[in-house]
């Protein structure tokens, strides 16, 4: 979704800590952007976009290889001492008559070689020595480190599975955010309506106060010709007091409103907003249509598209739990380094080399417990699927009774313009028999009561017409924001 901010929104916003000057008018739109932009929860979505994002690059980053360093430092508390005491080796000499190399070993005169009584060997005449003190090394303090280079081959799809939930996930939250929109633009225009319904019930009630008011003074007026009995004055004095009474209400109520909104759309809750509907006699909205492709309203909900990322996730989740149970492959390279190093003799000196190769890891048995997660996630991925039918059935029942309501709203209206007329007419004829003295003062107060009522069911209609439309909008996908 985008979002349309007209240049002249922007001053709008940039007065959000101001008081708005008494000429301004701020029309819904203006309202809805401005909420939209200093909403709270929306911001939040954006951070959420915005992480889940970050998510996404991540999981990319799990195809391209990965470079570690790993080091370490030990003391140890003894030298390595590869022999216990000096070594004597027998040493061999060449024989030219046999072409071979013998041990020089003792003899008896003929040849024959002597053993030693204790243990039975040969006693070698010559030994090479092998002291102790040279196979003796330091390894008081050891370094050694390792950089390590591993590129996944294959991994049972585990990856490209991840890839998938992350970018599922990117789309759930901005569906998310979607929806939330809509939620502020469907509360903003009910507080919206909400204030231009009691500024109509204000002047309403304005003019209801001057006619109970005007009734008083003729009242009055009689009575002083003794027409009137003070009875007769004392209601209407009665009913002026109530008419005054509901004048205050509704004030107040008007007020609290327009603090509502205000705080909807970002404002100090003191801000004085005129609204461009107020004052407007006919706010009524276009007929909605009678037929909806649901298929188009399944698709446009924002509620059922995180529904169905939801499922792709737990798709993509059975295949990370099918890969658990596949081979994987991987190359492995590394450069490792020691202080003693191995290379030379345990030289104490830095000392290093490269390595290279594959490994290779093939589950073989763990007593079912991959198959079982495999089957688990199928069994949510269904759960899920049964959810989003649920849902969809939910839509199709909403949609039937929004349009309903709408309808309803219309004809409602349609039925308080005549009662209207009907009141007006009735209170005149009710004005013009008192005069004649055929009616009494109850009987006008209650053609003045009915033709407030009449005004005030009229006006009720004609803002419930304008949030079935906004309803009907949200419920079809179609709102705009």
Known sequence: ???????????????????????????????????????????????????????RKAAFAAYLPGIDFTGGYMYNQHNIELLGEDAKLPTMSFDPATQTFKYNVLTTPDGTPIKDPATGGMIPTEVALIPKEAMSYDVHNVFAGAFTLTQPIFMGGMIKAMNDITKYAENIAVATKNATAQDVVFGVDQAYWTVVSLGEKRRLAESFVNLVDSLRFSVNAMLEQGIATRADLLTVDVKL???RIMQTKVDNGLSLSRMALAQLCGLPVTSEMR????????????????????????????????????????????????????????????????????????????????????????????????????RSTKASTNAQRLLLEDLQEKVDLQVHQARYSYNEALKTYEMTLSNMKSAEENLRSAQLAYREGLLTTDDVIAAQTAWLSAHSESIDAQIAIRLCDVYLSKVLGTLQY
């Not at 001053?11 to 739109?29: M, R």
């Not at 939209?36 to 998510?55: F, H, P, V």
């Open 1 to 55: 979704m985008h979002f349309s901010i007209p240049l002249f929104m922007c001053a709008a916003v940039a007065l959000a800590g101001s008081v708005f000057p008494a000429s301004a008018e701020v029309t819904l739109d203006s309202c809805r952007n401005m909420a939209l932009r200093n909403n709270k929860t929306l911001k939040m979505a954006d951070e959420a976009i915005r992480g889940a994002g970050y998510e």
């Open 275 to 374: 609204l461009a509907d107020e004052g407007a006699r006919n706010i009524a909205a276009p007929p909605a249509p009678q037929s909806y492709n649901m298929e188009d309203v399944y698709a446009r909900r924002n509620d059922l598209e995180v529904v169905r990322q939801s499922i792709n996730i737990l798709g993509s989740r059975e295949k990370i739990a099918l890969g658990e149970m596949l081979p994987k492959v991987a190359a492995v390279g590394m450069y490792s380094f020691s202080n003693p190093n191995v290379i030379h003799g345990f030289e104490k000196r830095f000392g290093g080399g490269f390595s290279v190769g594959a490994t290779l890891t093939i589950p073989i048995w763990h007593w079912g417990q991959h198959y079982n997660h495999y």
């Open 241 to 243: 007091n109530e008419a």
